[in-house]
């Protein structure tokens, strides 16, 4: 067989709206920006990847604006004429010429698996190895900013089945304030759910001790990203003291970040995410970090459109044990979707598919309304 080659790469940034805003500890989203990337192959193939971040520079050290600049002058140029099949040496040859950036490698390496994946008639995950589960538990984030609208949209997730875990956003406000908010939401759902709290680094080092305490007195069952990544000392003291597990979020940016915060016992858990290990396959990489050194596993998300979720997906369905599930729930963040059919959410999961690649197909004309001008 001749080689297929890569005949052209690009990026498009898209703005769709959220269904409420969503407030982070750095950032209030009022809608969601997507970087949706297109690889076209000598074959007539197509593979689609996407980029996205939170925020534009409030979260990571890539904009959307900064994915798309970097792909058309530098990652795409380089991808050109290589062999669309081989994507161990097209990655290579990013990493080998631009350092970081795994935001935009992530959706360039998803968008080769899935031109891979349509070529050889066979599902990402299967190209990964082949998939342990057909399905994703999901949690979903109550971030409306206000206890009470939190509780009636778990109370409806729950009715809807939906979703039975829920993580919670804190970090902006004073810690006793945000203590009272999540204590308030636990006694509201009861044993009916699994609540947990994403702190995005709000609290110093002196906040987080109490605040680690009571969350683990109130039954709250996960602790993410307590403290600033930065201070890595830190984040091993409160690993060893907090009764709830912490989980490492912000202080993974990379496959290298996953070995040296195992190697510290900075967290007894991972959130595992494309967008910041470079990739489904580069993720997998901090995914068996974790499992070799007793560090339990969480699928997370940058809040991706239904690319990037599903891109996420197949990796994870890759994965021997994911104990805290997932939070693959971007999609159903957004009230549009730029794919003709959207993935299916049922019984409290994310239901994956089997049709080759990713399993989506771009509809040009809502990609189009939506594409910024
Ligand atoms: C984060 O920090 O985990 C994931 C879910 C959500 O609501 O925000 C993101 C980012
Ligand atoms: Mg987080």
């Known amino acids: 067989m001749s080689q297929v080659l890569i005949e052209s790469v690009s990026a498009v940034i898209v703005d769709l709206p959220t269904i409420r805003p969503h407030k982070l500890a750095m950032h209030t989203m009022q809608q969601q920006t997507l970087v949706v ?30 994915i798309k600049q970097n792909i058309d002058s530098h990652l795409g140029p380089l991808l050109v004429g290589q062999d669309s099949a081989n994507i161990n040496a097209a ?58 609208k939190d509780i009636a949209e778990a109370e409806q997730m729950l009715d809807l089945r939906r979703h039975r875990i829920f993580k919670l956003k804190i970090g902006a406000n004073p810690v006793s304030q945000d203590l009272k908010h999540v204590i308030a939401i636990k006694q509201a759902l009861g044993e009916r ?15 987080a001790i109490r605040a680690c305490q009571v969350l683990g007195d109130n039954g709250i069952d996960l602790i993410e990203q307590p403290i600033s990544r930065i201070n890595r000392a830190g984040q091993v ?10 989980m490492a979020d912000e202080s993974i940016e990379s496959v290298e970040d996953a070995f040296s915060l195992a190697a510290d016992g900075a967290a007894s858990v991972f959130a595992l995410k494309i967008a910041k290990n470079g990739g489904p396959r580069a ?4 995914a ?15 809040l991706e459109g239904a690319i990037g979720t599903l891109a996420s997906a197949h990796a994870f369905v890759t994965l021997r044990q994911l104990t805290w599930g997932t939070e693959l729930f971007g ?21 994956m598919p089997r049709t080759p690649g990713l399993g989506l197909t771009l509809d040009e004309e809502r990609l189009a309304f939506f594409a910024r001008k």
């Open 331 to 351: 999609p159903l963040l957004l009230t549009e979707e730029i794919v003709t059919e959207a993935p299916v959410y049922r019984d409290f999961a994310l239901q």
């Open 91 to 148: 990655m290579l040859r990013l990493d080998k010429a631009a350092k970081g950036n795994t935001f935009a490698k992530s959706g360039l390496e998803s968008a080769l698996l899935d031109a891979q994946g349509k070529r050889l008639g066979l599902a990402v995950s299967e190209l990964l190895g082949g998939r342990v589960r057909d399905s994703l538990e999901v949690a979903w984030t109550l971030a409306s900013g206000d206890t009470t």
């Open 237 to 246: 003291r409160l690993n060893q003291r907090s009764p709830a597990p912490i």
């Open 193 to 207: 759910a699994s609540v947990r709290v994403d702190v995005n680094q709000g609290w110093d080092e002196s906040q």
């Open 37 to 66: 990337i297109r690889v076209r192959c000598s074959d007539g193939l197509e593979g689609i990847g996407e980029s996205t971040t939170i925020g534009g520079l409030a979260y990571g050290n890539e904009s959307p604006e900064s």
């Open 288 to 302: 068996q970090i974790a499992e070799s050194a007793g560090i339990a596993l969480y699928g997370g998300t940058m």
């Open 283 to 286: 993720v997998l990489r901090t």
